[in-house]
């Protein structure tokens, strides 16, 4: 008589104690991970901190912000912002912060990591063309820029359109909706890091618009000027965010921000063994 597949089962779990189980949290008994002092699935490995996500936002509601976000704008007020050394001047109408009387940026620096989100809506009706028409802009540590701009059926120069670095390196593609929709930028940004007042390391930035990949992995070539070439200088590993009041009231909601590390040479170990 042949064994039957559950009496198969279970001889094989006794052949192999180191099966996985639904409980197991890893192992001891593996190779180590190249370079670092993990097993391949350490059971002592830390475990990743919980948090609580936030929800997307909708036309007819604002997204919010994960649990361990500092949260610059949830529809209520300005607290987290100035315009140059005294309140911002931006105006907060039915839960929208509106651009005008000049740029603002956060009391709070951040960095040299982090992950920003926020949601902006074009005027409308449409005005205008090109840099004329829903013009804004955010600046991660005040100087480099990502664009804002309605370019839903509206042409610019490429490196001045949204999602763009600025003055530098178009969108890999024009995600835009129409004035009047919600959008939202998702950045990832790696801030530059100095030594003895030089380079030492680029900044280097990805980009989601609307849950679409236009910028990933862009190493910037300094800071975004306008008619000129951007350059580096040497700055704190943090600084503020700053929203560019361009003349068009940009409405912007759901603005949180995450500072995040980067893997660390323990972490990473000494990475993949390349054939010569």
Known sequence: MK??????????????????????????????????????????????????????????????????????????????????????????????????????????????????????TAPTPAKGNGQGRGNSGVFLFGRYEVQVLDNYENKTYPDGQATAIYGYLPPQVNASRKPGEWQAYDIIFEGPRFKDGKLEKPAIVTVLHNGIVTQNHTVLIGDTPHRAVGTYHAHPEKGPIKLQDHGNPVRYRNIWIREIQMPSPEDIGSGPVIPK
């Open 3 to 120: 064994p039957t597949l559950p009496l198969l089962f279970i001889a094989s779990l006794a052949a192999n104690p180191f099966s996985t189980r639904a409980d197991d949290l890893g192992y001891t008994d593996t190779p180590i991970i190249p370079g670092t002092k993990w097993h391949v699935h350490d059971s002592g490995r830390p475990q990743p901190r919980i948090i609580t996500p936030g929800e997307f936002g909708t036309a007819q509601k604002a997204g919010t912000a994960p649990s361990d976000a500092v949260v610059l704008f949830n529809g209520t007020d300005l607290a987290a912002w100035k315009s140059g050394g005294g309140e911002a001047k931006w105006k907060v109408v039915d839960g929208d912060a509106v651009a005008g009387g000049g740029d603002i940026q956060t009391k709070e620096n951040f960095g040299p990591d982090f992950q920003l989100h926020f949601e902006w």
